[in-house]
């Protein structure tokens, strides 16, 4: 009667690839030892297996056992759900850059939602001007004291031109 010999299962892929003989024994890391095969001594002098990973090519086939309360938990949705606020926080802000007919460049860090408007009057408090006295573009286009990055879908290092609103001719 001939033996059978199960094939060798390594991190779920078949290394056998007869299915049967000699070769069954082998494979790529080592002869397969089940992890009950294995012992170790623990601290009382009582045998006790060894883990699956500290036995060459073993895998573990135990059946699922039901968490040890002592044992950490693997991460939950609850604490993925806690990194999204810091990843919404990071992609709530953006740098514009204020450029004005001078060539003078001054970077913001500002929220997508913050109107704009205390982004003029910052920036012509900083170039000693009254904010109605420039006018502010993105794309061309006029900003307005309540428009917000988020509605002009501005983009990380827009540049705002500023030029000096001028009356007469």
Known sequence: MAEYHAPAVTD?????????????????????????????????????????????????????TAPDATAQAPPTEPDASAQAPETAAVNDRLHVVVKDQHDLLITFHIRRTMPLGKLKSVFAEKVGKNAKDLR???????????????????????????HTEQIGG
């Open 12 to 64: 779920g892929v078949d290394t056998n690839d007869s299915g049967a003989g000699a070769d069954a024994e082998k494979s790529p890391s080592g002869p397969a030892v089940p992890p009950h095969a294995a012992m170790q001594e623990d601290a009382l002098g009582r045998e006790a297996p060894l883990p699956p990973q500290a036995v060459p090519g073993a895998t573990d086939q135990r059946p699922p």
């Open 136 to 162: 502010f573009l993105y794309d061309g286009v006029r900003i307005m004291d309540d428009q917000t990055a988020e509605m002009l879908d501005m983009e990380e290092d827009d540049v705002i031109e500023v």
